[in-house]
Nanobody, 123 residues
Framework: QMQLVESGGGSVQAGGSLRLSCAAS????????LAWFRQSPEKEREVVAT???????THADSLKGRFTISRDNAKNTLYLQMNSLKPEDTGMYYC?????????????????WGQGTQVTVSS
């Protein structure tokens, strides 16, 4: 069974940067759509960014280019570079994977989830 483990979260002041990582075991990232989600007490889980097996990406419009998703299939690792962080970015960040390369459609197609890593941005 595929296992996903996030890391890289922490506390940072507004305007700072963090890079999250998601390592996979039990299966490879190749030929899979991968994504980052986030969740906070103020809002339900939402998609942050996606990347398919060809490297094509999507990012939430509200992020306005501050976040960048990338993947390294050789290392079985997914990344999320977060710049110009704002207090509203505070939350738990999760990585997720599908069984297919397609990243469109509903979020219910993500079948594998990590346990999350906390990101706290202070003003």
């Amino acid at each position: 069974q595929m296992q996903l483990v996030e890391s890289g979260g922490g506390s940072v002041q507004a305007g700072g940067s963090l890079r999250l990582s998601c390592a996979a075991s039990g299966y490879t990232y190749s030929s899979r759509c991968l994504a980052w989600f986030r969740q906070s007490p103020e809002k339900e889980r939402e998609v942050v960014a996606t990347i398919n097996n060809y490297g094509s990406t999507t990012h939430a419009d509200s992020l306005k280019g501050r976040f960048t998703i990338s993947r390294d299939n050789a290392k079985n690792t997914l990344y999320l570079q977060m710049n110009s962080l704002k207090p509203e970015d505070t939350g738990m960040y999760y990585c997720a994977a599908r069984d297919v390369s397609f990243c469109g459609g509903g979020n219910s197609l993500y079948k594998y989830w990590g346990q999350g890593t906390q990101v706290t941005v202070s003003s």
